[in-house]
């Protein structure tokens, strides 16, 4: 396997379901993140892992919950979510602080809160 | 003021036109810069960095202006294929904080 690999690659919950998001990352990166991009805005940085270290939440509402269990994994728990949460979920990986500052994107969790 | 900005766009443009789009960014710290390309209903995709000699691949060319604080992607010869958002991407604070732009969308007409 090669790259940042999420699933699953669609998901629909209802608005008392509990669900986790799950990302794994094969590039040897010590930083990861979550991305939330809903249709037609652009992507809003959600959390920031930096060697399994929470760094960065963005004011992100308590009904998501991320984990960050080693530096290859990262999970985002969802429950009591509500329909405007549906979107576009991306993972992404990254080398921090070493030059190499590219972004690998996985191919996202879509998801719809009925 | 936004920390990134694009061209609201959409640019619909034939094939083979040369088309330019342009990202301001605020933050004169910024250090690093990269163009991606999102195809619709798909994951966002590195492009290409930004260097402040300019550089190009193929049909594109990108260019920094520090003094400015303005960046731009130059696409040649556009193909059909080259239809898609692309997005302004400026880090700072040494790799801690990465900034998406809106995106720009194209669509290259036949």
């Known amino acids: 396997e090669t790259g940042v690999t999420q699933t699953p690659r669609h998901l629909v919950m209802g608005m008392t379901n509990k669900k986790s998001l799950k990302c794994e990352q094969h590039l040897g990166h010590n930083a990861m993140y979550w991305y939330k991009q809903s249709a037609k805005k652009p992507l809003e940085l959600m959390f920031v892992y930096n060697f399994k270290e929470q760094t960065e939440n963005n004011s992100v509402p308590s009904r998501f919950s991320p984990e960050c269990p080693n530096s290859s994994h990262l999970f985002l728990h969802l429950h009591t979510l509500q329909p405007e949460d549906s979107a576009l979920y991306l993972c992404?990986?990254?080398?921090?602080?070493?030059?190499?500052?590219?972004?690998?994107f996985g191919s996202g969790t879509r998801l719809t809160v009925v | 003021r936004k920390e990134v900005e694009q061209d609201p766009g959409p640019f619909n443009v034939p094939e083979g036109a040369t088309v330019a789009f342009n990202c301001t960014y605020s933050n004169s710290a910024s250090q690093s810069f990269f163009w991606y390309r999102q195809d619709c209903r798909k994951e966002p995709k590195l492009l290409m960095s930004v260097y402040s000699s300019g550089n190009e691949d193929g049909r594109f060319t990108a260019q920094l202006n520090r003094a400015s604080q303005y960046i731009s992607l130059l696409i040649r010869d556009s193909k059909l294929s080259d239809s898609a958002t692309y997005l302004c991407?400026?880090?700072?604070?040494?790799?801690?904080?990465?900034?998406f732009g809106p995106g720009t969308r194209l669509s290259v007409l036949p």
């Open positions: 992404a990986s990254s080398q921090y602080k070493t030059g190499d500052y590219g972004y690998t």
């Open positions: 991407v400026v880090i700072d604070n040494y790799g801690q904080n990465f900034v």
